[in-house]
């Protein structure tokens, strides 16, 4: 499809609420701390962010591999080339720190308008130098909230980012936290001109992620997309996977290892290991929450009235999850030409791979529709399982969440072509219902299918009812 930029409206529209600010008060200056999942498109929001806004802005983007002494570097000579007003008089400066660095930035910010300054990749600059933050907050309240500008503070590490506003922490309450999500399964319909159905695989492929929806054909559906782009190593796709686990791991083997596993299919913690390469306890232990610190992993117990330590692991991100399983283990294939083999080994798995990916996806649908979704006081969707998975419950809403007070709706999933639920699986369903701790005969049933249902007494959702929670 054509190059452009797609949607995002409310995140502009946030932006261009908290500029104006900047044009009145003793103290205009305003900062925003933007975190996304890496290749949402944070970057390219900020770029449309700037263009469309037509000011005078530094956009400096840092680097994992630089030091500070060459983040200094860069940074003056992005400062002197950009369109501030006092930027080219400052060519040849060379400051030994952030702090002279800093207020060179400050004499080149005009008086009279607003200004956009963007540090993105925020995490690489306070890794580099511990004493950033201090330094930015400093110079931040003394002189930079004192001009009418907009400081874009950017970062992918969501677990650090979310830091910077902490109560200890030196940036603390100076910034508005904003968060990029990928693209959701309605954007991608609309995206892709195509049926909910269909939107919710290529959600399931894409992430949401914008590099890999543009390369996409409109009207297209999921193997028609990948046919092509398992033909090309350097296809968003392909490559997507592995950039952003070498920028999350770039020395860490053993969370790659688990990572691996838990894409693999593996979900208990013992499996886990045992996929991993037989990890000591402690290692293992010591993966897993550093993947869950990153947010790369998610960790659920069964939602019940009844606590429980049977706990589940997923990869967190759709598009990551979908690479895990079907590209990250055959790239060698892809490289070489063989794109074919590893189309082939989906088209086979499919089904059943979509099956299971869905089901956080439905969850969060049926906690944000808003009329003819989950009964009122449904504070929290989850599922529930035993060890032995009898019964294993792919929805239970519930007034809260770990541990319910009160069970609000169980529900199951079936997710394949040409196969309603039927008689059979509301039996299950029901049987189910009576094994789930907190749950009566009077909690109402529900049946998500992607086709349809041959039952009366349930409460049926199909794609074209889920797609709206996102409108």
Not at 9 to 14: C, G, I, N, S
Not at 270 to 298: F, M, N, Q, T
Request: aromatic share 6%; with cysteine.
């Amino acid at each position: 499809m054509a190059d452009g930029f797609i949607g995002r409206e409310r995140e502009l529209a946030l932006l261009g609420r908290i500029l104006r600010k900047t044009e009145r008060g003793d103290r205009p200056g305003r900062a925003v701390l933007i975190r996304g999942r890496r290749r949402v498109g944070k970057s390219r929001l900020v770029e449309e962010f700037i263009e469309r806004s037509g000011l005078p802005s530094l956009f400096f983007t840092a680097s994992a591999q630089s030091t500070l002494s060459a983040d200094l570097g860069l940074f003056m000579e992005e400062l002197a080339a950009s369109d501030l007003p006092g930027a080219a008089e400052l060519a040849g400066q060379s400051p030994r720190n952030w702090d002279a660095a800093l207020r060179l930035l400050v004499t080149a910010l005009p008086d009279d308008r607003p200004a956009v300054v963007v540090l993105d990749e925020m995490p690489y600059l306070i890794g580099n130098d511990p004493g950033f933050e201090g330094t930015l907050q400093k110079l931040f309240d003394r002189e930079f909230s004192r001009r009418p500008a907009l400081l874009l503070c950017v970062g992918s590490d969501l677990a650090m980012m979310e830091r910077l506003n902490d109560y200890d922490r030196p940036f603390h309450q100076r910034g508005t936290e904003m968060v990029v999500p990928p693209l959701n399964p309605s954007d991608v319909a609309g995206m892709l001109d195509l049926p909910p159905a269909e939107a919710f695989d290529a959600y399931l492929v894409s992430g949401g992620l914008p590099l890999v929806l543009e390369e996409w054909p409109r009207g297209g559906g999921v193997f028609d997309y990948l046919q092509d782009a398992l033909t090309d190593p350097t296809s968003a796709l392909v490559v997507s996977g592995e950039r952003s686990l070498a920028a999350e791991f770039p020395a860490d083997a053993q969370a790659r290892l688990v990572l691996g596993a838990i894409g693999a299919g593996e979900r208990t913690y013992s499996l886990i290991g045992r996929e991993a390469g037989d990890l000591p306890k402690a290692s293992l232990s010591r993966a897993l929450r550093l993947l869950g610190a990153k947010r790369v992993v998610d960790a659920a117990t069964p939602l019940s009235t009844r606590p429980s330590k049977e706990t589940r692991y997923h990869v967190a991100d759709p598009h990551l999850r979908f690479w895990l399983a079907f590209l990250g283990p055959h790239l060698p294939e892809v490289e070489r030409g063989r794109g074919d083999l590893t189309l082939e080994r989906v088209r086979r798995s499919w089904a059943a791979w979509r099956g299971r990916a869905v089901e956080p996806v439905v969850r969060e649908a049926l906690l944000r529709i808003r009329e003819g979704g989950l009964p009122e006081g449904t504070g929290a969707v989850g599922g529930y399982w035993t060890r032995t998975n009898d019964p294993e419950i792919d929805i239970v809403g519930a007034d809260r969440a770990p541990i319910a007070k009160r069970i609000t709706a169980v529900g199951s999933v079936k997710w394949l072509e040409n196969r309603p639920f039927d008689a059979r699986d509301l039996s299950r369903l029901l049987i189910h219902r009576s094994q789930l701790p907190g749950a009566d005969e009077d909690v109402p049933l529900y049946a998500v299918t992607r086709s349809g249902a041959t039952v009366d007494g349930i409460r049926v959702l199909g794609p074209g009812e889920l797609i709206t929670a996102w409108s």
